[in-house]
């Protein structure tokens, strides 16, 4: 274990400035004590050197140096003593609170204070003089106070630490946070986009091709009559959504939001763009000519459902009729439209499949229940419905 330890800077500047500083105390006959069985001067040279040597274990390996420097304090109390020896203790007792384990951190600071007060007690016994308690004062300085500093020391880097772990987690969660909003924006915006331009233009490209395929002046112009009526209404459509995007735009606020009162509007250029598909698009709405406004994005998926389900008529849709439902009950809105369901003859539009997708996320976004399916009808044949529920109330909105 001992030959993979590489001490670091701040364990050989410790251990060479100590030695340096036994030497030159040595040199100039400065000791701690005298008197002593080994008494002759070269022999405080040796704790000296045994305790620099623990300094350079005192972060790899703190309990052996701690040991090594125990072991080497003791023997410097037989020679004349070094204060250099004594000082470089009690960086080692620092060192082994602060780099060791928990438990030695816990231990070691209740040890020395329970050898600092027996010492003292001992030695005051021993001598019975108030001088020995300098003796334990001494001993108090030496091996308590280093590993209280060093608790304290490590009580506050384990603060920093776990501040600094918390700060980097916060930033980790905020990351996560401004990623899923920008995700969730992308997403609504999407919805927006495709609900706004795709009615107007499966509308442009059924009538271009109509009017490429039918050779027909009269047949030409009414395509062309409805291919210019959607480009002209997608385009404020379009402008719409960008003066919802654009940020701090000082020309003019953006158009409101389409509401269920724009309905009719709706209908109306769904027949005009379905007549020569055979669709004939009609509204019930049995909520009453008095019915209460409801919320603004309950009013807007609403409205965004029937434009897309018109939408996929006009491209998908068998000739026949097309019924837009609403009615309210207790909490809920329900939106319905069926259609025929079918292959239809004549000039299409391509699909994708994310006019379902973006129904079914607005309708799951507020809570509510969403279906679309090919159901048998009345007669025999079959009808396409997309059924939709939505809570109307504000309380089951913000849940």
């Known amino acids: 274990m001992l030959t993979s330890i590489r001490p670091d800077r701040d364990a050989v500047a410790l251990a060479v400035s100590g030695l340096l500083g036994g030497l030159l105390l040595w040199l100039l006959g400065l000791h701690t004590q005298g008197g002593h069985p080994f008494s002759a001067p070269w022999v405080t040279l040796v704790p000296l050197t045994v305790m620099a040597a623990a300094e350079l274990l005192r972060r790899d390996a703190p309990r052996t140096a701690l040991a090594i420097g125990a072991f080497a ?40 204070l329970l050898i600092t007060v027996a010492s003292t007690i001992g030695f005051l016994a021993w001598f019975r003089k108030p001088e020995a308690l300098l003796i334990g004062l001494v001993i108090g300085l030496v091996s308590f106070i280093p590993a209280l500093t060093g608790v304290s020391v490590r009580t506050h880097r384990a603060a920093a630490d776990a501040a600094r772990l918390a700060a980097a ?52 112009r009414n395509a062309l009559k409805v291919i ?36 009719d509007a709706l209908i109306e250029q769904t027949n005009a763009n379905g007549a020569s598909g055979g669709l004939v698009c009609t ?43 609403l009615g309210q009950g207790g909490e809920l809105l329900t939106v319905e439209v069926t259609s025929a369901f079918g292959s239809r003859t004549g000039p299409t539009a391509p699909g994708s499949g ?45 849940e």
């Open 169 to 220: 987690q916060t930033a980790r969660l905020a990351e996560m946070d401004r990623t899923q909003a920008v995700i969730a924006e992308r997403a609504r915006m999407a919805r927006e986009l495709h609900d706004m331009v795709a009615n107007h233009l499966s509308a442009v490209a059924i009538h271009s091709t109509a009017a490429l395929s039918i050779d027909d002046r009269e047949t030409s």
């Open 283 to 325: 509204l019930q709405d049995t909520r009453g000519p008095g019915a209460d406004a409801l919320p603004t994005p309950v009013e807007l998926a609403a409205y965004r459902i029937v434009q897309e389900s018109l939408t996929n008529a006009l491209k998908h849709a068998a000739p026949g009729p097309v019924v837009v439902r």
């Open 73 to 112: 304090l003791v023997a410097d109390q037989f020679t004349r003593g070094s204060l250099a020896t004594v000082l470089m203790f009690t960086d080692v007792m620092y060192a082994a609170v602060l780099y060791g384990t928990p438990a030695a951190a816990r231990r070691l600071p209740v040890a020395t």
């Open 354 to 398: 994310a006019g379902l997708v973006g129904m079914r996320e607005r309708v799951a976004l507020l809570g509510g229940t969403f279906r679309a399916a090919a159901e048998p009808g009345g007669d025999g044949t079959k009808i396409w419905r997309v059924r939709a529920e939505l809570p109307v109330r504000e309380r089951e909105l913000r």
């Open 228 to 263: 210019r009526e959607n480009s002209v209404e997608g385009l404020a459509e379009m402008r719409r959504l960008i003066g919802l995007l654009r940020e701090g735009g000082e020309d003019r606020a953006p158009a409101a939001a389409p509401t269920l009162a724009a309905l």
